[in-house]
């Protein structure tokens, strides 16, 4: 055979006469993206993504079929040739109706696969679950107790009747999979560097878990007497208690993990000195100070921070609270500190909150339980001053407040109701009203306008070399724990990157999301969200036993699978999304009218959606070429064109050899096995 | 056609054309053209059997079928309006003449009225560009047209009916 | 005395089968009459030409049926003057006589049924010629002499690809005519064929001769049904008289020719689309290469060229392609046939020498612009063309300077507009048009021209944002970079022709909410002037809305919220009062 020389993106290359542009550059190792190409069937050159530009040709050529020429210089990557194929993803995402993922992932901040695990525990695979939920999680059993679930706020399911359960779930699994045959990830080969972790909270055990898998040396600091941060000593037993945060914190340990306790930066080291002994280090120090509602009396006796008194109460130090307990603020914090306060045997616990029941931050679950034990709303109000005797508290003077306009969030601002005020007896004022930054040790670090350390969003970087932070510590402050976490994941790739010598920064992924109304989900049948069994109220004001029983395995398997699986089957092996993430696209510039389609099943044992079809017509040619069926056909033509299996009744069953070629070749999620 | 859905056509119509044309290779578009003639339209029946007796499958003649303009999967008005798209004719006012038509006959393109009387079908361009704008009723073709002289051609053939 | 009434397309559209069927019925001699093709005055369609016993020409323009009789009478008497009201005025005869014809040298002459109406003006001599001493290659030379080029769109030259599939390996060839005139607008080779069928099939034969092809096809347009039945009788009387069919005149040269009717779609006149089509297949283009000088129809070698190529072959042949080659410019030989239409004049078909300006032929053949209007823009070249303005009217008729405004020659369709034309809402036609036949193969196409028109569609109809303009720039060069066949890599052409010449118009819509044509619906507003109004309520009585009240004798107002702005109002006015704004 013939050969000839072409340049390719700089490589000479010698190849065959005949052999074609994408072939010869795949031989060579560049590999240009294609959507339509097969080496299966015939040459189609429908999705004009391997376009290439080769050196004194006008136009763009098709690599798939154009062939090499002697002395061809072939650019495969040029900013013309990244255009047309950043225009032609474009449009192709503009007519590509589906969700690469589901809501309930989109939505975590940490990006677990909750679809994933779902269906792993629908299906009684608890430990796959959790191998799945620990790619992003590493406290999975802990999270699931207390976290938020924006990924429930999310679930589509709600438009049918109510969410999945998807955190308790996560807890179930988690349970299970600490009672034996635990799961453990593989730990990479060592690299031989080492990472210092300031702060054992969710977000440095996080960074810890993920850094020791690839095979770094890691270290946690951390200024308490346990591991667990604000798991431990800000959240209370009953919610979660310490004997599940303490396994998860084993487990990560028996990674080989160092883990220094009662260490304080700046006291018992200095910062400067981790920085030398580290070839990086992480800032997660959280966020331990509580703020202060200011008026007058608030330097009284019995005045506290929520977190102070959360601490204390987990570091079992003695405290009086007296019987009358005041508790300002509306998240979840001040709920937590009511409802200790209760525990703690106070017979009248108030909640003073400047909102109506509809604003409040706190949890729905929460706020119910809440009632359920007793605590007294006082909602539209907010303290005007503490009142006391002797240096101590013995009331609170409430000013009453009502809604005002809506503020730039959309949240009605409480405005005073002038001249009217309200008198309540307390013994003590628990001000639980949000968490500040103690940088106290941190000195050299760069802070926000509001005192939070700086950080980059994306490499996680501060102003110091190797010093990366993460968490409630920075930017914009406390929040809750998965988004600690989340950040704490993605900045461990950043970091191992930095620590293999690459610049690797965080960037959003590009997916495809579904616009949906309730309307579509009407033929669904209404199946009730599993109920948490609980603690009676009696048993549970009187001890810090954990109010959840947890799912028994059916309820779990069975609220599992009330999932609708919103999410691409073929996420991880979707062509298009892959591509659209190379080249940064924006589709919503050309939002236009899309092709709408029902999912059919026609095809007995493959189930077709033709709106995340891109018409490249690979299932129509394998079906006919390699198949040798001609089952599916093209129907219409232009913008209106679609792909069909065109039979009537059970014809289909005739024909249909059921092979799943088609599927196999398909480059996006249109077509799915069942 | 086992427990097919669709029209029960006289399928004996056929068997001249498929007789001259199926061993042909490439003949699917003019089988389908003498077939259209036959019946007036493509009965879902005709494309079943046009498959079965040519050895292709349905999608394949229906995605011939769709392609073109021509083909028509419904039965059409006695009289078929087509009204001509061309540039020319837009020039001169060709969208006026299909507002008239839709407020005459209240039907919009590849629509027929109830009555079955009328199909309106936008089409490529006529060729007849001098006279435009232009539409073809059937075999005959009306050029120069205004809204008046529009409203008057179909009031015509709606009285002779 | 011969009397031949037009028979065209356009001819009978006008009503002159009408006037065939009253001439019958008042000639004396009835076998005087007879029927011809298409002149290409549109414009002055029914028309009768009579050829006295001197054979003078009396040429009867916008002949209606209740003028036969008074012709019967003239004819009988040999006096014309009778009719001198319905003879073409000598400015109209200009129309023509500006004209070189050489693709249309037997239109509207001859009678296209009658194919010893076609020997008689040295009809078949050509390929006489070729059959009795001139090899293949000397044909393929002869023609690249002439520089013929494909007269379809592209523009390439001829002999090349005549040469290419000669050069192509195969016993089995094939020459196929493209016959799917698609571009709105143009209709020159529907008359060609309507008007002197053998032209083409004379053509054909020297083409399928010099490649070595023994089967002729000719892919026509379903929207042609005259077309093609003048093509089938006239191969019929073809095959008859022995230049069809086995040993034609006598020599080795078999060739064979048959008639495929397309069934509608614009994209099958791209080459590639039209042998998928030709093989009853979807007509979605292929990829090219290879390229069907290599594989074409079944694969074999296959040559296509249009109508219009075809019918300048035999005059080359019989007049030399040097002489063919006198005419027209560097790049751009013999002469061109125009469908000149829109708000023109005289519109109809123009054939004039390459070389000559769009001015000449739309002000000197095409007499100007309609009802005394003002010239604004000539869109040449269809859904691939562009929109060229005033100021490039000098422009010259050549392949290459036509490409270099941004429109392009294309088959010829030139429609002519004026101030009443919105330039945004005329790209949206187009592509609109190509939308609808888009194939829907590629991802540029189905989809990008798609979202051209949602962009176009939403200027015109007042909800345009910054920043549209340049986003229709962006996915035009895009589309036209990613297009796999020539309808998807052309159809930016209307949208980057009219932003590049008419960009204020774009931005009279998205900026100022405002349709400088008053074309734009959703951006007039009616009004009625208070100075004309007299209070008659006629306005108001025909709103179809009630948005139009007052009292009568005092002035009327448009309620503008209620207003649909349908325009019945100020057609009823008779006082001019009804404004638009």
Not at chain 3, 1 to 16: D, E, F, H, T
Not at chain 3, 196 to 217: F, S, V
């Amino acid at each position: 055979m013939e050969k000839i020389k072409l340049i390719i993106d700089g490589k000479e290359i010698e190849a065959e006469k005949g052999t074609t542009i994408l072939r010869c550059a795949k031989d060579n190792g560049i590999e240009i993206p294609t959507l339509c190409y097969h080496e299966n069937v015939a040459l189609y050159g429908a999705c004009g993504i391997c376009t290439v530009e080769a050196e004194g040709m006008p136009k763009l050529l098709r690599a798939c079929s154009q062939k090499v020429q002697e002395g061809m210089v072939i650019h495969t990557d040029s900013e013309r040739v990244k255009k047309s194929r950043k225009i032609a993803l474009e449009l192709l995402m503009s007519d590509h109706t589906g969700d690469c993922l589901g809501p309930c992932r989109l939505n975590c901040p940490a990006g677990t696969d909750c679809q994933g695990y779902i269906k792993l525990i629908a299906e009684g695979k608890f430990r796959e679950a959790v191998e799945l939920i620990k790619e992003k999680l590493p406290l999975p059993a802990s999270i699931g107790r207390v976290c938020p679930h924006p990924c429930e706020t999310a679930c589509r399911r709600q438009m049918v009747e109510e969410p999945i359960s998807i955190a308790y779930l996560k807890a179930f699994a988690a349970d299970k999979d600490l009672e034996e045959n635990t799961f453990l990830p593989e730990i990479g080969g060592n690299t031989g560097k080492k990472v210092a972790i300031i702060g054992g909270g969710p977000a440095g055990l996080t960074a810890a878990y993920f850094l020791r898998i690839k095979g770094h040396s890691v270290t946690i600091f951390d200024a308490m007497p346990q591991m667990g941060g604000m798991l431990r000593y800000g959240i209370p037993e009953y919610r979660l208690p310490k004997k599940v945060l303490d396994k998860e914190i084993a487990l990560i340990e028996s990674l080989g993990i160092e883990m220094k306790n009662n260490v304080k930066i700046g006291k018992d080291i200095s910062f400067g000195q981790l920085r030398n002994d580290f070839d990086a280090v992480v800032v997660a120090i959280g966020a331990w100070n509580s703020l202060s509602v200011r008026c007058k009396g608030d330097n009284l006796d019995g005045v506290m921070g929520g977190i102070d008194f959360l601490q204390k109460v987990a570091l079992k130090e003695n405290i009086e609270i007296g019987k009358k307990v005041a508790v300002v603020g509306g998240g979840n914090t001040a709920m937590d500190a009511a409802r200790t306060a209760r525990r703690l045997g106070a017979e009248e616990v108030y909640v003073i909150y400047r909102r109506t029941k509809n604003e409040m931050p706190a949890e729905e679950i929460e706020i119910e339980e809440a009632e359920e034990e007793g605590i007294i709303f006082k909602f539209l109000t907010n303290p005007d001053e503490i009142t006391g005797n002797n240096g101590k508290v013995n009331g609170i003077k409430l000013q009453v407040m009502e809604l005002g306009e809506p503020d730039s969030s959309g949240r009605r601002s409480p405005v005073a109701v002038e001249g009217k005020f309200e008198n309540i007896e307390v013994d003590s004022v628990i001000m639980a009203i949000g968490q500040k930054v103690n940088v106290a040790g941190f000195e050299d670090i760069e802070l926000n306008s509001k005192g939070i350390i700086s950080a980059d969003e994306r490499t996680f970087r501060t102003n110091i070399e190797n010093v990366f932070a993460v968490g409630d510590a920075t930017n914009r402050g406390a929040s809750i724990a998965i988004a600690a976490i989340g950040e704490a994941e993605k900045a461990s790739k950043v970091i191992d990157g930095y620590l293999l010598g690459m610049e690797i920064p965080y960037r959003k992924p590009f997916v495809s999301e579904k616009e949906v109304t309730p309307e579509m989900f009407a033929e669904k049948e209404k199946l009730p969200r599993a109920k948490m069994p609980v603690r009676s109220v009696e048993e549970r004001i009187k001890s810090f036993d954990e109010v959840n029983l947890g799912f028994r395995e059916e309820d779990a398997v069975r609220e599992a699978s009330r999932c609708l699986e919103c999410g691409c089957h073929d996420y991880k092996e979707c062509k298009l999304i892959e591509y659209a993430n190379w080249y940064d696209i924006h589709p919503e510039r050309f939002k236009g009218e899309k092709n709408v389609h029902e999912t059919e099943r026609k095809l007995v044992s493959i189930e077709r959606n033709n709106e995340k079809c891109i018409l490249c017509s690979l299932c129509v040619r394998t079906c006919d070429e390699v198949v040798k069926k001609g089952i599916l056909g093209l129907v219409g033509r232009g913008f209106r064109t679609t792909i069909k299996p065109e039979f009537e009744g059970n014809e289909i069953l005739n024909f249909c050899k059921e092979c799943g070629k088609c599927a196999e070749v398909c480059p996006t999620g249109a077509l799915k096995i069942l | 056609m086992s427990n097919c859905n669709c029209p029960k056509s006289d399928l004996t119509l056929l068997e001249d054309v498929l007789g001259k044309y199926k061993n042909i290779p490439g003949s699917l578009i003019t089988i389908l053209q003498k077939a259209q003639e036959i019946y007036g339209y493509l009965p879902t029946d005709v494309i079943y059997h046009i498959a079965k007796e040519t050895n292709t499958t349905p999608a394949k003649v229906l995605g011939v079928a769709t392609f073109y303009t021509q083909f028509r999967f419904k039965p059409v008005g006695k009289y078929l309006i087509m009204l001509c798209q061309g540039t020319a004719c837009h020039v001169n006012g060709s969208e006026m003449i299909e507002k008239t038509i839709k407020e005459e006959l209240g039907i919009s393109d590849g629509e027929t009225t109830d009555d079955g009387l009328f199909t309106l079908k936008n089409v490529a361009c006529l060729g007849c560009c001098s006279l435009s704008p232009v539409m073809m009723i059937n075999e005959e073709t009306y050029g120069s047209l205004t809204p008046e002289k529009v409203r008057k051609i179909l009031s015509e053939l709606k009285e002779a009916e | 005395m011969k009397i031949a009434v037009g028979q065209g397309s356009c001819g009978i559209a006008a009503g002159s089968m009408k006037v065939y069927n009253e001439l019958e019925k008042f000639l004396e001699d009835k076998s005087s009459l007879t029927i011809t093709g298409c002149i290409g005055m549109c414009f002055l369609e029914p028309v009768v030409d009579i050829y006295d016993d001197e054979d003078k020409l009396h040429r009867l323009v916008k002949v209606k049926p209740e003028d036969c009789e008074l012709i019967a009478r003239a004819v009988k008497e040999n006096n014309f003057s009778l009719i001198e009201n319905i003879t073409i005025s000598r400015e109209d005869e200009e129309f023509l006589e500006k004209q070189t014809r050489i693709a249309l040298r037997n239109c509207g002459k001859i009678n296209p049924e009658i194919i010893d109406d076609y020997i008689k003006n040295g009809g078949y001599e050509a390929i006489k010629k070729v059959l009795a001493g001139m090899s293949p290659e000397d044909v393929i030379e002869e023609i690249k002499v002439s520089g013929l080029a494909g007269r379809g769109g592209a523009g390439f030259p001829t002999w090349f690809k005549w040469n290419a599939a000669r050069n192509s390996k195969g016993e089995e060839k094939y020459l196929i005519c493209n016959a799917d005139e698609g571009d709105p607008g143009a209709f020159m080779d529907r008359a060609i064929i309507e008007s002197d069928p053998h032209t083409l099939i004379e053509g054909m034969l020297i083409g399928a001769y010099a490649i070595g092809a023994k089967e002729c096809i000719v892919y026509v347009r379903a929207e042609y049904p005259l077309a093609i039945i003048r093509l089938e009788n006239a191969i019929k009387q073809a095959e008859e008289k022995g230049f069809i069919g086995k040993n034609i005149l006598g020599t080795d040269f078999t060739c064979t020719f048959r008639i495929k009717a397309g069934a509608g779609a614009f994209v099958c006149g791209e080459e590639t689309a039209l042998i998928e089509s030709l093989e009853g297949e979807r007509g979605m283009p292929r990829l090219k290469p290879p390229f069907p000088a290599e594989a074409g129809y079944w694969l074999k070698p296959s040559n296509i060229n249009n109508v219009e190529t075809f019918a300048n072959v035999a005059w080359i042949i019989l007049n030399s392609g040097e002489k063919f080659s006198t005419m027209g410019t560097e790049n751009s030989k013999g002469t061109k046939v125009f469908a000149l239409t829109g708000k023109i004049r005289r519109g109809g078909l123009v054939e004039i020498p390459m070389g000559k300006t769009l001015r000449d032929v739309i002000f000197d053949i095409g007499g100007g612009i309609k009802n005394n209007g003002k010239f604004k823009a000539v869109q040449l070249g269809g859904p691939s063309g562009g929109c060229i303005p005033e100021e490039y009217l000098d422009t010259v008729i050549d392949y290459k300077e036509l490409s270099a405004t941004g429109a392009i020659m294309g088959s010829g369709g030139m429609v002519v507009m004026d101030e009443n034309t919105c330039m945004v809402n005329m790209a949206k036609f187009f592509l609109d048009f190509t939308t609808k036949e888009s194939c829907g193969k590629c991802v540029h196409c189905r989809i990008g021209t798609k979202r051209m028109y949602e962009i176009l569609e939403r200027i015109v109809s007042g909800n345009g944002k910054e920043g549209d303009i340049e986003l229709l720039e962006e996915l035009c060069m895009g589309i036209k970079d990613g297009a796999l066949c020539g309808l998807g890599q052309t159809a930016p052409n209307p949208v980057l022709t009219t932003i590049k010449y008419f960009r204020d118009e774009y931005v009279a819509h998205i900026t100022d909410k405002r349709c400088p044509a008053k074309e734009c619906t959703a951006l007039l507003k009616y009004t009625i002037n208070e100075d004309k109004c007299v209070g008659c309520s006629l306005c108001s009585k025909k709103c179809p809305v009630n948005a139009i009240s007052g009292e009568i004798k005092k002035h009327f107002t448009i309620d503008t919220e209620k207003c649909i702005k349908c325009g019945q109002c100020q057609s009823v006015c008779r006082f001019g009062a009804v404004e638009i704004n």
